[in-house]
């Protein structure tokens, strides 16, 4: 999606499920009741590609030290952790390799889960995307790559939907659904615990043609874009 602004994210890949299956540098999670049926539950690799993944595109690495404490990257760790990044950019990085060596455990049980998207069937590729909410470490600084992407930026979701709306910010159509559900929590905390309670459905929006134009929808708001 060049010139589109979404959150981030990539493919499972297969380190992804190992470190989950052995389970030694991640968090054990537990069932809640926006997945019962353990949709992302460990051994899938779905939190350990959401982890790596924020870490490669936004320098944001959610784990935890020895010390059980929160990771914060000061200026002294952040030479040593953009090496990292830049191994993985070039696919000689290993999440594994990182954790062992900085003795380190992903804070998987971190990520709540939000939402669940399927591209629309008549789409060249497709995707089936999961989702998932976290708050933000106070002691790190987040930075997009340049690399996979071209811009980056904090925002609040009422912002992003103002400048979208004006015609000056360019989003997908998950993250448009996304950030208004976003904008009516005056607090992170807030938005948490609502994604742990509600239970997590899939939207699979469809492509519609209209006056010779192409248009994505979802078959249950068909007026709403």
Not at 65 to 87: C, G, K
Not at 216 to 222: A, D, G, M, R, V
Request: with cysteine; net charge negative.
């Amino acid at each position: 999606m060049p010139d589109v602004y979404v959150f981030p994210g990539g493919v499972v890949m297969e380190e992804d499920r190992n470190i989950e299956v052995a389970g030694q540098l991640c968090v054990p999670d537990g069932v809640t009741a926006s997945d019962p049926e353990g949709r992302t539950r460990l051994g899938h690799g779905l939190r350990v590609a959401a982890l790596r993944e924020l870490f490669e595109e936004a320098n944001v690495l959610l784990a935890y030290t020895h010390e059980q404490r929160m990771l914060a990257i000061d200026e002294q760790a952040l030479a040593r952790f953009t090496t990292y990044r830049h191994l993985f950019h070039q696919q000689q990085g290993s999440m594994e390799a990182l954790l062992l060596s900085e003795q380190l455990v992903l804070a998987s049980e971190q990520l709540h889960y939000f939402s669940h998207w399927i591209t629309p069937e008549a789409s060249p590729r497709r995707y089936d995307t999961h989702f998932f909410l976290a708050q933000a470490p106070g002691e790190q600084e987040a930075m997009y790559d340049q690399i996979e992407t071209s811009d980056g930026i904090w925002i609040g979701p009422e912002a992003a939907l103002a400048r979208y709306e004006a015609g000056a910010f360019n989003l997908a159509f998950p993250t448009i659904y996304q950030l208004r559900e976003l904008a009516v929590f005056p607090a992170v905390r807030a938005a948490l615990a609502t994604a742990d309670q509600q239970y997590v459905r899939t939207q699979r929006p469809v492509m519609v043609e209209e006056d010779d134009q192409t248009r994505i929808i979802l078959p249950e708001e068909p007026d709403n874009l």
